[in-house]
């Protein structure tokens, strides 16, 4: 069962419909809700099939719910404040209890709802009436946000992401005089590197220190919960907590990163069920996504499997954790894990289970880099930029494992080395 590493210092209180929930100041909500042991914390919207959180960085729907009156918030993305009100949505009668999720069992086959009765005279309204409330997702916000009048700016080098690649590129530019703005969509920086642990993000130290130096300088800016929506000619569409806004910058550096890797088995969306990363980045929360863990490693995978398993095994963390070398072939359970059934080494190993943790190859973040112009070429672990020493074209540069540097300090430093000499030549 999910819960906390240790007994919270500072604490606020939120509520999941309706009923109290302590939370750390600041923590995402997801966070929060999971230590809490709400792991299943929405539902799909065809088949209301029970989702939970699965990536911990807004890249999937496990844990869309009602904020504030606000529909489909991604709470992963969201700080927890005293007062905060969270409700489950797309349901009819509780999170717990859906009655939707009949559907799932009518049509073990799937549905096409665009075709259920269609041309049967009386049915067919009744089946579109149906079908709205079955695919929603929850009603509109209580209130009229404010109106936000879009702002432009002009700065120097802009990078787009707070991981490692784009804290090494924005240190190095600093040093040579730029001007530097990061932004990024989560609630602090680092990326990937809050989901190792102390002892494997020492390997980064050095970039996280001087990224760190250059901040405190006054030489790097940095924006979080602040999303770079697309990339238009020269100009940049940023959204952020004051309302959306229009950049040019003298040098656009991408680091958007990748996306955690998806492999295909029989319960891989039960809730339980998520990418190492994500469990990591948890942990680095302090909290634990069960009891009896299994982490699979499939092949090209890591380093965050081996990382949680560390790192835990250091906080001497109230949990059994198991790594295991190869790729998941089953979970079984209905709204939450119960056993993992792991392919490795040519045979099928049978684990007892309350949360699976995968470790596989992740894929290019590439889709504002194909906007800004670069081609791509397809490769096993996704699309994957076709670049020259990082530069799509005039003022835009791709850096990290969004270009297919690996993910590892030297790699990371070598590549930002080589994009900063080049703007800031």
Request: proline residues 6%; contains cysteine.
């Given at each position: ?75 992963c993305m969201v700080a927890a404040k005293e007062g905060m009100s969270i409700v489950s949505q797309n349901t009819l009668g509780s999170r717990e209890l859906d ?286 930029p076709v670049l020259e020493d990082g530069r799509v074209r005039d003022r835009v540069w791709i ?27």
């Amino acid at each position: 069962m999910a819960g906390r590493c240790a007994p919270l210092r500072k604490q606020v209180t939120i509520s999941l419909d309706g009923k109290a929930i302590p939370a750390a100041p600041g923590e995402p909500v997801a966070a929060a809700l999971v230590a809490a042991g709400k792991l299943a914390m929405a539902r799909s919207p065809k088949f209301h099939r029970p989702r939970g959180p699965s990536c911990m960085r807004g890249a999937c729907d496990g844990c869309l719910a009602r904020v504030n009156d606000v529909p489909n918030v991604m709470t992963c993305m969201v700080a927890a404040k005293e007062g905060m009100s969270i409700v489950s949505q797309n349901t009819l009668g509780s999170r717990e209890l859906d009655l939707l999720r009949m559907t799932d069992w009518f049509f073990p086959q799937g549905m096409n709802h665009h075709e259920l009765f269609a041309g049967v005279p009386g049915l067919q309204n009744v089946m579109h009436v149906f079908a709205r409330r079955v695919a929603g997702l929850g009603r509109l916000p209580a209130k009229h946000e404010r109106e936000h009048r879009a702002r432009r700016r002009e700065l120097d080098v802009v990078v787009v992401g707070a991981g490692p690649a784009g804290m090494a590129v924005a240190a190095l530019a600093a040093e040579r005089g730029r001007a530097v703005e990061v932004l990024d969509d989560a609630l602090q920086s680092g990326g990937g590197l809050r989901a190792l642990g102390a002892e494997d993000a020492r390997a980064w130290s050095a970039i996280e220190g001087a990224f760190l130096a250059a901040i405190g300088r006054g030489q790097v800016a940095v924006r979080n919960s602040t999303t770079v929506g697309g990339l238009y000619g020269d100009d940049l569409l940023i959204v952020g907590p004051d309302g959306a806004e229009v950049v040019t910058a003298r040098a656009v550096v991408l680091a958007p990163g990748a996306h955690d890797g998806v492999l295909g088995f029989e319960g891989n969306d039960l809730p339980g069920v998520m990418s190492a990363r994500a469990a990591g980045l948890l942990l680095a929360a302090g909290v634990l996504v069960g009891e009896r863990i299994v982490v699979a490693i499939a092949e090209g995978g890591g380093p965050f499997g081996e990382a949680y398993a560390r790192t835990t095994a250091a906080t001497r963390a109230a949990c059994d954790v198991r790594l295991v070398p190869g790729e998941p072939v089953k979970v079984s359970g209905t709204s939450d894990v119960r056993g993992v059934v792991v392919r490795s080494g040519g045979r099928d190993r049978k684990l007892s289970a309350d949360a699976l943790l995968v470790d596989a190859p992740r894929s290019p973040a590439y889709e504002l880099c194909q906007q800004a112009g670069a081609p791509l070429r397809h490769t096993p672990r996704g699309f994957l930029p076709v670049l020259e020493d990082g530069r799509v074209r005039d003022r835009v540069w791709i850096v990290g494992e969004a270009a297919g540097t690996p993910f590892e300090a030297a790699a990371f430093q070598a590549s930002a080395a080589r994009v900063t000499a080049q703007l800031t030549s």
